[in-house]
């Protein structure tokens, strides 16, 4: 990567460094984001991507270790594993620095610092990391920094098909159950998108009243109801240029549909006590763990509205579907919560990953992610081992559809059910499993109103 596509984001408490650098980079670098309080961090880190941080070492009375930039640092490698972190240190810090090398830092400068050698610098980790994301990995596909991780035939569908819409403006409708990452998914589509540099706007609408509904996502004007004390920007707006995701869209109400259906035809918002409309320049994903079957019922779900927002649907296939994943996913997770509580790196025994693979995993990848969160935390030894593992109740035992029924259609009707469900919906995969042409399948499912 070179230094001029690069954005920079500077965390020091002295006003005065902070102009000195955004001197000197802004004409060498595509963007330079700079603010004096390190809380800031990572609602900077989620709201924009960065190539290289640049961390003070010492921030006056935040932390009484006298290590902030060590404490700092952490906080930005278990948030982006992958981010380069340069540290500024006074002379008297260079032993502190050189420890700060050891928790993850690539660099460190200074003060008074060499201007060159500083862009020297920059450039030289700019070029690392070029070099280093050109090897491929015969382990996993990450398509976000190895959040989405997966090796699995139903994974490999997604990251292909993925890797084809993103580009494009096409809405996006994505399936799948709960905890099976569609989030995550989302945000890899913006950020492989021609708008990744633009908002990313996540709104949960299956939270919200009908009232909620509209403020939240087109706004008010000041004095359009009784605790409006000023004008607030809508989610739309806030999302003018990047990417809306509306997670659970199914579950909103008949009239918010109708109201979200206007908005996407007109491609324009009017804020509440308004009467002047707002052009938008939005690029939609939805979700929702509902079934599409569920959603083509024209009495839960506006069928015009589901063509506005199911130009391209995914299915995010559940974990239980994916078990040569869930080896990789257990390494990632491991790795990532010894990191963050200071512990040993840790092996996994064949036996503990046997009983992980065993395991439904109804609540799908979030449930194997606490799950090992829990054994990393609870664990005695060096290696997890079995007994180490503890699944929630929370979740059913098993979300496969169990035939026990001796009724002939019932009997069919749940066994079709199961496999659709198993081909991640796919009709033309269903009816060959079955034994059926995609007609005689359509005729069974018009049957049984599934």
Known sequence: MKLKNATILIIDDDEDVLIALRLLLKSKVNEVVTNKNPNAIIGLLDKQVFDIVILDMNFNGLVNTG??????????KVHSPKMDV?????????NLAIRSLKEGASDFIVKPWKNDKLVDTLSELLQKRGRTSSVPSSEKVSLTDGIIIGE?????????????????????????????GKDLIARAMHEHSLRKDKPFVKVDVGALTDSLFESELFGYKKGAFTDARE???????????????????????????ARLLTVL??????????????????????????NITQLADESRFRKDLMYRINTVDFTVPPLRYRETDITLLAHHFVAFYCEKYGKEKRSLTPDFLQKLKSHSFPGNVRELQYTLERAVIMADGDALLASDLTFSTMEQKNTSKSVKSTNLEEVEKLTILNVIEKNNGNISKSAKELGLTRTALYRRLNKYDL
């Open 86 to 94: 340069i540290l500024i240190t006074a002379y008297a810090d260079i």
């Open 152 to 180: 699995s035939t139903s994974m490999q569908d997604v990251f292909v098909k993925l890797k084809k819409v993103a580009p494009t403006d096409a809405n996006i409708l994505l399936l799948g159950e709960n905890g099976t």
């Open 67 to 76: 290590n902030e930039g060590i404490f700092w640092l952490n906080k930005i």
């Open 265 to 290: 035809q007109n491609r324009r918002v009017t804020p509440l006590g308004s009467n002047q409309s707002i052009p938008i320049d939005i690029r939609l994903i939805c979700a929702t763990n509902i």
């Open 231 to 257: 004008d607030r920007q809508g989610r739309f707006e806030t999302a003018n240029g990047g990417t809306l995701f509306l997670d659970e869209i199914g579950n909103i109400s008949l009239a918010q549909q």
